[in-house]
T-cell receptor, first 123, second 108 residues
Framework: VHLVQSGAEMKRPGASVKVSCTAS????????IHWVRQAPGRTLEWMGW??????????SQKFWDRVTITRDTSATVVYMELRSLRSEDTAVYYC????????FGSGSCMDVWGKGTTVTVSS | EIVLTQSPGTLSLSPGERATLSCRASQTVSSRYLAWYQQKPGQALRLLIY???GRATGIPDRFSGSGSGTDFTLTISRLEPEDFAIYYCQQYGNSPRTFGQGTKVEIK
């Protein structure tokens, strides 16, 4: 089981970024994929998840109006787009898979993580 | 949201010693939905413990988790050189899922 993320991004304030996470080694539609970020020197912050089977999502209230999580089932890729970037969004963004199949929502932690995508927001 | 407070912030120990890490929640963590992760520079996060005390696949038995309600503990019975890292607890029973601020286990 692998999650491979896209490369580092550098963006200006106000721009958008779209990070990808390519899954392999398991049945793509049966495990939720989460997005978690970590700003420099800070703890981990959960952003949201997607059910790759039907596209249902849940987002943290903190990012409600700025983040979109989508998927491409044919390519087994999950995307996270963050809009209206500000300097505080500078962070490493991780995708992670639920440990348990069909636990869309609460009740399953994350057992496989991507290595992270560094997003730098600077003018 | 549930706030998780980890203590201590840093633990300075020698290889072979026992490490005890604490995670306290601001409210009851439902169904013991509490996990522990290990983070090392340049590596993907590693799930150690799920459901407060279940050891994840491939995790050595020197790692153990305990607790319920609002108080949880990760114990490393005998520290190996590869165990020096940052450890995070996470609750996944309520939305938003939240993480503690981490405990760094460093070589004394």
């Amino acid at each position: 089981v692998h999650l491979v993320q896209s490369g580092a991004e550098m963006k200006r304030p106000g721009a958008s970024v779209k990070v990808s996470c390519t899954a392999s080694g398991y049945s793509f539609g049966t495990y939720a994929i989460h997005w978690v970020r970590q700003a420099p020197g800070r703890t981990l912050e959960w952003m949201g998840w997607i059910n790759p089977g039907n596209g249902d999502t849940e987002r943290s209230q903190k990012f409600w109006d700025r983040v979109t999580i989508t998927r491409d089932t044919s390519a087994t890729v999950v995307y996270m787009e963050l809009r209206s970037l500000r300097s505080e969004d500078t962070a490493v963004y991780y995708c992670a898979r639920d440990r348990d199949a069909y636990y869309f929502g609460s009740g399953s932690c994350m057992d496989v993580w991507g290595k992270g995508t560094t997003v730098t927001v600077s003018s | 949201e549930i706030v998780l407070t980890q203590s201590p912030g840093t633990l300075s120990l020698s290889p072979g010693e026992r490490a005890t890490l604490s995670c306290r929640a601001s409210q009851t963590v439902s169904s013991r939905y509490l996990a522990w992760y290990q983070q090392k520079p340049g590596q993907a996060l590693r799930l150690l413990i799920y459901a407060a005390s279940g050891r994840a696949t491939g995790i050595p038995d020197r790692f153990s988790g305990s607790g319920s309600g609002t108080d949880f503990t990760l114990t490393i019975s005998r520290l190996e050189p590869e165990d020096f890292a940052i450890y995070y607890c996470q609750q996944y029973g309520n939305s938003p899922r939240t993480f503690g601020q981490g405990t760094k286990v460093e070589i004394k």
